[in-house]
């Protein structure tokens, strides 16, 4: 896997992000791919085969909620990438201060380029009377 790869598998990912769309999400992962929003080994956590993914990544949605995600990719080695990212979400009614979040992600990529594995890491920005 290149960097340039890397790139445009994150832009797709934002793509899909924005738009929800089954077809976007879809155009992500292989059929048998593991998406882990947790990074602990429990298999009970773990989003197993693509249409698990899409029903849960649907169920979780974020297009109609405005945000914003920088990245930076880490490192890629083989068939893997480390990478960065920051999202930030505009305030709502329910989320007045809006939130913003730290992520990492691990994934791990067919030869096609749609990934096999993803994990993720994130830690939400304590609000300032938490601080």
């Known amino acids: 896997m290149e960097r340039a790869e890397v790139e ?18 879809e155009d992500l992962f292989t059929e048998d ?3 882990s929003p947790f990074p602990w080994p429990r298999e009970d956590r773990h989003w197993r085969g693509r249409d698990v993914i899409v029903k849960q990544w649907l169920a979780h949605g974020d297009s109609k909620r405005p945000w914003r995600f920088e990245h930076q990719i880490l ?8 990478i960065e990212g920051w999202t930030d979400y505009d305030p709502t009614d329910e989320e007045p ?28 920005r304590p609000r300032p009377s938490e601080a």
């Open 8 to 25: 445009r598998w994150i832009e797709g990912y934002r793509k899909a992000w924005a738009s929800d769309e089954r077809s976007d999400i």
């Open 75 to 82: 490192a890629v080695e083989g068939d893997a990438a480390v």
């Open 33 to 35: 791919a593991i998406y």
């Open 97 to 124: 201060l809006g939130d913003a979040y730290a992520n990492v992600w691990l994934v791990r990529f067919a030869p096609d380029g749609r990934a096999r594995e993803f994990v993720e890491w994130w830690i939400q």
